[in-house]
């Protein structure tokens, strides 16, 4: 029989129990109280009473910041100030990317429980985020839209496996970047024949975040490479698994919403595409009330160190794209040189 809690401990239980509540996090609330986290914890174990009002306040907290809308990625703790002197406007770009340490966030556990944790230092932004996808939307080019966010790809794929939403967003702002790449490309053939030639339609096709100079060979093979991982033929793979027929079903069937459901969201896009040009029409402004301003990058094509091809290199010939996996002497013993 453990000995019962004195006033002063019940006093503060109460006060560790509305920590917890608001942070999800027994080492923060702990630390909040200036009590190390092991003092709670073996008064857990002792106290059956205590240790369920543990448990129902995690859930609580856990379903506030649920209700709050899940997880947050953490802001700069002091943001640059416009008016400053002293800070450029590169320095003041720099410094909204990366966190100082300290700032407050909103993670997910592995056991799936939502909690409020301090942020490390130089962990990536809501503003480093919306930078990267408004890059990769302009250029469908992960190594150029990290390093345009002042990241390594290595980081960006870390987080997409282990952040879903992330990857959903990620994939959303790749497939608007070879819509864009796909629409430029068509835009340069049509106009080939004018009289202003395929380069004034590269650039009458430049929206606020340019696509960078790409010649037609690299721009068909990023293309094919792309549209080869895409358009991966899911179905043999499922028939040729060894598992029961209900389950290829169930996957088969599976597979059929998932492209029903995109097709309605690209039905909404189009909706919501019709809707800003009749207001453009209308107004003059494609903007909706109160919708943010668009994020402006600095100029990609002067992103460096994203590609390690050599610039000088010229490529071995330059009518024909070579796709991934081939080797010019390959090409040339088959005759295809």
């Known amino acids: 029989m453990p000995r019962p809690l004195t006033h002063p401990q019940r006093l503060q239980n109460a006060a560790f129990l509305e920590a917890l509540r608001r942070t999800g996090n027994a080492r923060l609330a702990a ?119 002042g990241y390594a790809h290595t980081s960006i794929y870390a987080r997409r496996k282990a952040d879903p939403a992330f990857a959903r967003q990620m994939d959303e702002a790749r497939r608007i970047g070879l819509e864009r790449l796909e629409a430029a490309m068509l835009e340069a053939a049509t106009a080939a024949q004018d009289a202003e030639g395929p380069d004034a339609a590269w650039q009458h096709s430049l929206d606020a975040n340019p696509i960078p100079p790409l010649t037609a060979a690299q721009a068909m093979q990023l293309l094919a490479r792309h549209k080869r991982n895409e358009q991966h033929d899911e179905v043999d793979a499922i028939m040729r698994r060894r598992i029961p027929w209900e389950l290829k079903r169930e996957l088969l069937q599976a597979r059929l919403e998932r492209e029903k459901r995109e097709e309605k969201q690209a039905d909404a896009r189009h909706a919501r595409a019709r809707s800003r040009a009749k207001r453009y029409e209308t107004t ?32 071995h010939r330059e009518d024909v794209a070579l796709f991934g996996g081939w080797r010019i002497g390959d090409w040339v013993k088959q005759g295809r040189g």
């Open 31 to 149: 630390r909040e109280l200036g009590v190390h986290r092991a003092t709670f914890t073996k008064r857990r174990a002792r106290h059956a009473a205590f240790a369920a009002e543990w448990d129902a306040t995690l859930a609580a907290a856990h379903a506030a910041f649920a209700l709050a809308g899940g997880t947050r990625q953490p802001e700069p703790k002091r943001a640059p100030d416009p008016n400053s002197l002293a800070l450029t406007d590169a320095d003041q770009w720099r410094a909204q990317l990366r966190t100082g340490g300290g700032e407050p966030v909103i993670t997910r556990t592995a056991s799936g429980r939502l909690q409020l944790r301090l942020s490390p230092p130089d962990r990536m932004t809501r503003a480093a985020t919306q930078a990267f996808l408004t890059a990769l939307a302009a250029t469908a080019n992960v190594r150029l839209s990290a390093a345009a966010a």
């Open 284 to 315: 003059g402004n494609w903007r909706r009330p109160n919708e943010p301003a668009p994020i402006v990058l600095p100029p990609l094509d002067q992103v460096t160190g994203w590609s390690k091809a050599d610039p000088e290199k010229k490529p």
